[in-house]
Structure formats: C-alpha cells, structure tokens
C-alpha cells in the first residue's frame, strides 16, 4: 500500500501562488496514475488536475487552466502542483491522490491511495 503525503499548503494573498508535492511512500508510484483533487467547506470533492504514469496525459479542471500545473518527479517519488494567479474561490482542502492503474483517471472513485490533505485559503 502506498502512503501520500502531501505538503505547501498555507495561506496565500489573491494572485499569489503556492506549490504544493505530494510525497509517496511504502512503494513507487513511477507506473501509478496521480491526481489532486480539492473540497471546500460545504461543497463536494472535485477534480482539479491528473496525469497518467509517465506525465504525458494531462487533465485539468476548467477552473484552473491556465493558471495551475500538475507534474511529477518518478525519481523522487512525488508530484506536484503549481498554482499560479490564485483565487479566494481556490481555497479548499486539497488532496493528493495516486492510483496503481498507470492511465489518466479523472474520477475520485478511480483512486485508491489518498493523502490527509493540505489546506490551502486565498485571502481577497
């Protein structure tokens, strides 16, 4: 079983950014699916970005394109997520999230292997 962890989150001024990894452990997620998702308070958990084993297939959500990317780093067992221009409607609780099935998977129901999460807020 894998053990996610992620990390960078804190609070940020609008159009600030934050970069926030997602650390595995207890094996490699170099042929795993990743994926950062994010619940604000009263709201469903949503997607915001995914990428498949190797980073060559990219999802993002329509809210954040443009202004965040989602990378990873095989070799050192973790990935990323770049935030750039950041919003107060970006504040929320974002999750790191991994899967073994090394394909793009856009849904939460997709993913096996969840961190605690990182609270990221956005002040205006």
């Known amino acids: 079983q894998v053990q996610l962890v992620e990390s960078g989150g804190g609070l940020v001024q609008a159009g600030g950014s934050l970069r926030l990894s997602c650390a595995a452990s207890?094996?490699?997620?170099?042929?795993?699916?990743v994926g950062w998702f994010r619940q604000a308070p009263g709201k469903e958990r949503e997607s915001v970005a995914a990428?498949?084993?190797?980073?060559?297939?990219?999802i993002y959500a329509d809210s954040v394109k443009g202004r965040f990317a989602v990378s990873r780093d095989n070799a050192k067992n973790t990935a990323y997520l770049q935030m750039n221009s950041l919003k107060p409607e970006d504040t929320a609780v974002y999750y790191c999230?991994?899967?073994?099935?090394?394909?793009?998977?856009?849904?939460?129901?997709?993913?096996?292997?969840w961190g605690p999460g990182t609270q990221v807020t956005v002040s205006s």
């Open positions: 999230t991994a899967d073994s099935d090394s394909r793009l998977l856009a849904y939460a129901r997709q993913y096996h292997s």
């Open positions: 207890g094996r490699t997620i170099s042929g795993y699916a």
């Open positions: 990428l498949n084993w190797n980073g060559n297939s990219i």
